[in-house]
Every structure is written in structure tokens, then in C-alpha cells.
């Protein structure tokens, strides 16, 4: 057990919805990351959240918008969805930030997204 | 900026044979570098890690990886392969001058035959 918790496990849609997928990271960590896996593109880091504040952008398409709340867990929204937006998503935290640590990251179980 | 590249997307190996998966770095500064193991519909878990100290880094279930630094790699072994050992494997380089930001590699799946 990693410490991270995402919810929810599975989720089927359809095109043009909108979802939030959640996610709490270890206790302690203020750094929060979301990465979308597939079996096409591989594993893409989408973006990193710092104690509340936006750190790194990767490749997050603007139909896609996170957060990171006061008490540190952080929500991904994913908007007007299509077809290949079926992916496993993936939450994970860290220590490090701020100048510290190694980057080590704990990943959750992942939320399974179907859009149909 | 950080690259790793992982040779080879798909390994398969006997049942209690080697496993050695490769795995190539380029870092302007001295990295820290991980590799992570993804079983069937799960998350990441870490394998082993290298950070400073001794360079054979030895991690769970049996896999170990050396840092060389003149060959800039860090790849993975086990002596004898078992089949819980069927998982996709990723290495990675943490960025100490961007705020320790990893970067994956592609990953490498690996079959286990009987």
C-alpha cells in the first residue's frame, strides 16, 4: 500500500462528459502529480501540484484542468471527453519539492476512464 | 534537461533464467535514478533506488542495479526469473535542477515463459 488513494477505481462515460477523478497522497507529501497511461501513448505526465500551487505542466490538454486543495488532496477534470481519452489515470505524490528530497514518487491504484 | 532510454520494449525469459533490462541516462548533473515495477492493472511501486553511496543498489524481490557513471546506466538484474516476475518495468532519472521532476522511460515489459 502506497499511501495514495485515488477514487474512483473504474469509470464509463460517454463522449462529451465531464468527470473528476480524486486523489489523497501520503500523509506529509505536499507534492501531487497526475499521469495518464495508455496503451498507445505510454505513460504521459500531465502536471504537478506543490502545496496548493501549480509546479510543471507536461502534456495536459486545455479540456483537462486540476487542483490541489488547502488539505493537499487534488482533483483532476477532464471535460468534452472523446474516445481517446480512455486511459488509466494515475495520481501520485512526494516529498520533494521546494529544493528537497530525490524525487521519489508514490503512485495510487490508478482510476480506470471508458468513454464510449 | 533529463532523458532516459530503455533498450528493448519487450523481454521475455525463461523461468529461472537471467533478467537484465537496460536502461541509459543523460543528466547534467549526478542523478538520482529509480526503477519502478508495474504488475497487471496496478499502480507503480518502487523497486530500488540509487542516490548516493554504493552504486549495486539491491531492491525487493530479489532485483538489483548498478549505477555507472562513465557508461551513464543503471540497469536491472535478477539472477533467476520467476513468474510473478511478468510485469512492465520503468526506469527513471529525477532532475535535482528542476525541482527533482522525474522522468520515465518507455518501459519495458517482461514475459516470463515456463
Known amino acids: 500500500d502506497s499511501g495514495v488513494t485515488q477514487t474512483p477505481k473504474h469509470l464509463i462515460t460517454a463522449t462529451g462528459q465531464r468527470v473528476t477523478l480524486r486523489c489523497s497522497p501520503r500523509s506529509g507529501d505536499l507534492s501531487v502529480y497526475w499521469y495518464q497511461q495508455s496503451l498507445d501513448q505510454g505513460l504521459q505526465f500531465l502536471i504537478q501540484y506543490y502545496n496548493g500551487e501549480e509546479r510543471a505542466k507536461g502534456n495536459i490538454l486545455e479540456r483537462f484542468s486540476a487542483q490541489q486543495f488547502p488539505d493537499l488532496h487534488s482533483e483532476l477534470n477532464l471535460s468534452s471527453l472523446e474516445l481517446g481519452d480512455s486511459a488509466l489515470y494515475f495520481c501520485?505524490?512526494?516529498?520533494?519539492?521546494?529544493?528537497?528530497?530525490?524525487?521519489?514518487?508514490?503512485f495510487g491504484e490508478g482510476s480506470r476512464l471508458t468513454v464510449l | 534537461a533529463q532523458s532516459v532510454t530503455q533498450l528493448g520494449s519487450h523481454v521475455s525469459v525463461s523461468e529461472g533464467a537471467l533478467v537484465l533490462l537496460r536502461c541509459n541516462y543523460s543528466s547534467s548533473v549526478p542523478p538520482y535514478l529509480f526503477w519502478y515495477v508495474q504488475y497487471p492493472n496496478q499502480g507503480l511501486q518502487l523497486l530500488l533506488k540509487y542516490t548516493t553511496g554504493a552504486t549495486l543498489v539491491k531492491g525487493i524481490n530479489g532485483f538489483e542495479a548498478e549505477f555507472k557513471k562513465s557508461e551513464t546506466s543503471f540497469h536491472l538484474t535478477k539472477p533467476s526469473a520467476h513468474m510473478s516476475d511478468a510485469a512492465e518495468y520503468f526506469c527513471a532519472v529525477s532532475d535535482r535542477s528542476n525541482d527533482y521532476k522525474l522522468s520515465f522511460g518507455a518501459g519495458t515489459t517482461v514475459t516470463v515463459r515456463a
Open positions: 501520485a505524490s512526494s516529498s520533494s519539492g521546494g529544493g528537497l528530497g530525490t524525487g521519489e514518487l508514490f
